[in-house]
């Protein structure tokens, strides 16, 4: 039996998520499909705008993220404390812009004063809070609309995605870097691409794109430590990455070009400096970027903090403890 989703997500343990949508049978996401004769990699930009379009109304941002033929990878940061600064005003006009036939809309139209609401009234404005910080909300649209785009162009009805997406949960910055670099090097480990600027549809060439144009990411994507500029409340300074810019660029980088040339020996030894700080064992560096999403369930982290988690779940294991004392390293 599947894993409850409430049980799942915990933005009280992390919130920091791996989130997968895979689609049903020969449906195709992208890419080729060899019986149809027919291309569908347009999808792959429907899939990038509309995931950044969300991630701008919702309190979530983007890590990571991979479009591939037939799934994608998102890795997500849900900004509870970003939602609950909001004003009233401000949910209001999120929610509206998600759902033009709503209560949200009436209101904006008819300029219901927010400020003397019934409490019934008040309680739907804080259900819409809520939502607007809920994983699955975020991904319930973000596949809803692919879906009905692609049965639109495909002529037909019915499902488009396998199921409800798959998430797993990030517990420290070792899962969350970790995660992130297996998301961008999907396409290098597929051998759809032979570099990580040369991976279309990743969050890591939009990133190398943006540094060598000179220009700032998307405020729709998690920034890195060196990349922080303005506002420095802790309301703004939620979700930076804990590593810099150029260190992650290398990571993957470096990471690339050994799962390409599929070597299993030594680990150059500019990646090491950085695998050590983020307490992540080099011996089995590329083992854990080349299965990640297999050697855990639905937590990813450290063995101290597995524990941690096992202990606030009440349960008696949980899948990945082992891989996780093999994998990362404990904490300081």
């Not at 401000?90 to 509206?96: I, K, L, P, S, T």
């Not at 409490?119 to 009905?148: C, G, V």
């Not at 560096?285 to 299965?291: A, H």
């Not at 063995?303 to 390293?329: M, T, Y």
């Amino acid at each position: 039996m599947p894993t409850p989703r409430k049980a799942q997500v915990n933005l009280d343990v992390t919130p920091y998520y791996h989130c997968i949508s895979r689609c049903v049978r020969r449906a195709f996401l992208c890419g080729d499909d060899k019986v149809s004769e027919t291309n569908f990699d347009h999808r792959k930009q429907w899939l990038v705008k509309h995931m950044h379009h969300l991630a701008s109304v919702f309190a979530i941002r983007i890590c990571a993220y991979a479009v591939m033929s037939n799934h994608y990878h998102l890795v997500l940061f849900v900004d509870k404390d970003l939602a609950l600064f909001w004003s009233d005003e401000e949910v209001v006009n999120r929610w509206a812009g998600l759902f033009p036939m709503s209560q949200a809309a009436s209101w904006k139209s008819l300029g219901v004063d927010l400020n003397n609401l019934t409490e019934k009234q008040q309680n739907i404005l804080d259900l819409w809070r809520e939502q607007l910080y809920d994983m699955s909300w975020f991904m319930r649209k973000l596949n809803e609309f692919i879906a009905r785009q692609a049965n639109k162009e495909d002529k037909c009805t019915g499902r488009f995605w396998e199921g409800r997406f798959k998430s797993q949960a990030l517990l420290d910055e070792s899962a969350l870097l970790s995660c992130m670099a297996y998301v961008d090097l999907n396409p290098i480990r597929a051998g759809i691409s032979q570099t990580p600027e040369a991976s279309d549809f990743t969050s890591i060439q939009q990133r190398i794109t943006s540094y060598q144009q000179q220009e700032s990411v998307p405020e729709t994507l998690c920034e890195f430590a060196d990349e922080v500029q303005g506002d420095d409340t802790p309301v703004a300074q939620a979700g930076k990455l804990p590593l810099t810019r150029e260190d992650y660029f290398e990571l993957v980088d470096l990471t690339g070009r050994l799962v390409k040339e599929g070597k299993n020996g030594s680990i150059p030894e500019a990646l090491t400096p950085i695998l050590s700080r983020i307490q992540i064992n080099p011996d089995t560096w590329l083992d854990t970027v080349k299965t990640l999403g297999q050697s855990f369930a639905s937590f990813i982290g450290r063995s101290d903090n597995l524990e941690a988690c096992l202990i606030s779940q009440n349960k008696q294991r949980l899948h990945g403890l082992k891989n996780a004392k093999r994998v990362f390293r404990h904490a300081a």
